[in-house]
């Protein structure tokens, strides 16, 4: 969220549009990697989980990430060996258990 608030300085058109944030387990290559990915929405906080080959889905991640942030849950969603359902919390409840809100 601080590179996000950052670019935010840089961009304020940015402010209220949906923006995430991918963290990914990739220690090994060969290996399946766990992923979470935070998507700030205006109204909400979407978590998509799973997992997937590492360097397949880090490669895709880094290349093919859509433009539009609203799709790109379904897009991860789609790429992954296995995702959880998405988790969607509520603005206000997520910005407590973060413990900051987002812009």
């Known amino acids: 969220m601080d590179f996000y608030e950052s670019e935010?300085?840089?961009?304020?058109?940015?402010?209220?549009?949906?923006?995430?944030?991918?963290?990914?387990?990739?220690?090994?290559?060969?290996?399946?990697?766990?992923?979470?990915?935070?998507?700030?929405h205006p109204q909400f906080l979407e978590l998509v989980a799973g997992r997937g080959g590492a360097s397949t889905l880090r490669s895709r991640v880094e290349q093919e990430w859509p433009e539009d942030e609203n799709?790109?849950?379904?897009?991860?969603?789609?790429?992954?060996?296995?995702?959880?359902?998405?988790?969607?919390?509520?603005?206000?409840?997520?910005?407590?258990?973060l413990r900051r809100d987002w812009r």
């Open 8 to 40: 935010i300085e840089r961009f304020p058109e940015l402010v209220g549009t949906t923006h995430s944030n991918f963290v990914m387990a990739d220690y090994d290559l060969s290996r399946d990697a766990v992923f979470v990915a935070f998507f700030f």
């Open 71 to 97: 799709a790109a849950g379904d897009w991860l969603r789609s790429r992954a060996r296995f995702a959880a359902p998405p988790i969607r919390v509520q603005r206000p409840l997520a910005a407590k258990w």
